[in-house]
């Protein structure tokens, strides 16, 4: 299925700027289980999306979007962020914008590694309610609750947004003045919104776990937290953070989907949509 089910004259890879990529896994996720049918179920909400955005006054699936195939390695987190990795890697040599769909959060350590290698100057903005800082993990340094640790270990600067738990182990690698806790965060006040920007690189990459989002308008994620970011904070930030910066790419991960609540699939292909709208309303290269 290609995202947003858009015509298939933007669908062809060589003329297409974006390129979908599904991560169908959730080896390691620790509570509730169904993040691997995240991919899939984002991309059947997007065809019943309009894909006119009224905000920025454009159709950004005539940029093209090609839908990649799935990435099912699955013998191991190791492989699959090999795996991802190589993937992402070659859609950035052919200068597209990849966007990764989860799956579980360790995703996006391989795409986080592939943009490291293509874009100098990278900083990351992660969209949580959890920290994800454990060294390891279940026996795993890629594990979902590892990733912005293994950010950490390859020197990448990041702000963290919306945090709201974490574990007394990752205190020794938190950078507190890069962390933007939920609980400070002032919904009437935008003000954080620029400091935050001014805490990234000129390129961001944007990891986004959905449970940054407040349960109360995305219930359908494998460790909801309560009092999380609400849908126009989010999208306040990401305007910013692609009118100020080059967001070269981004994921979209930890959706859990619920046969019977379809809003959270929803939100998650509208929030995709939402971000490539905003990027390709200033179009910037890398």
Request: hydrophobic share 40%; proline share 4%.
């Amino acid at each position: 299925m290609n995202f947003g089910d858009i015509p298939k004259e933007f669908t062809d890879y060589e003329k297409a700027k974006i390129v979908i990529v599904p991560v169908p896994y959730d080896g390691t996720s620790t509570w509730v289980k169904g993040a691997d049918k995240g991919p899939q179920a984002i991309l059947e909400a997007s065809a019943n999306m309009e894909l006119y955005d009224i905000e920025t006054d454009m159709e950004v699936y005539q940029e093209g979007i090609f839908t990649a195939k799935p990435i099912t390695e699955k013998s191991s987190p190791d492989d699959m962020v090999n795996a991802v990795f190589d993937e992402t890697l070659e859609h950035l040599k052919n200068h597209k914008i990849v966007v990764t769909l989860g799956g579980e959060h360790s995703v996006s350590i391989g795409s986080i590694l592939a943009f490291n290698e293509h874009v100098e100057n990278l900083s990351v903005l992660q969209i949580d309610a959890h920290t994800d800082l454990r060294n390891e993990y279940e026996g795993s340094t890629f594990n979902h609750a590892c990733v912005m640790a293994r950010v950490k270990d390859l020197g990448i600067p990041f702000v963290q947004v919306g945090i709201r738990s974490m574990d007394v182990a990752e205190k020794d690698n938190l950078n507190v003045d890069n962390v933007f806790f939920a609980q400070d965060i002032v919904e009437a006040d935008n003000f954080w919104m620029t400091q935050v920007v001014n805490k990234l690189t000129d390129y961001v990459y944007v990891t986004i776990d959905l449970d940054g989002f407040d349960p109360s308008i995305l219930p359908s994620t494998g460790t909801p937290e309560p009092g999380g970011l609400k849908w126009y904070q989010v999208l306040d930030l990401l305007r910013m953070v692609n009118e100020k910066t080059n967001v070269v790419g981004f994921d979209v991960v930890e959706l859990c989907p619920n046969k019977n609540e379809k809003s959270s699939d929803f939100l998650a292909a509208k929030l995709v949509y939402k971000m490539l709208s905003y990027k390709f309303k200033k179009i910037q290269s890398f």
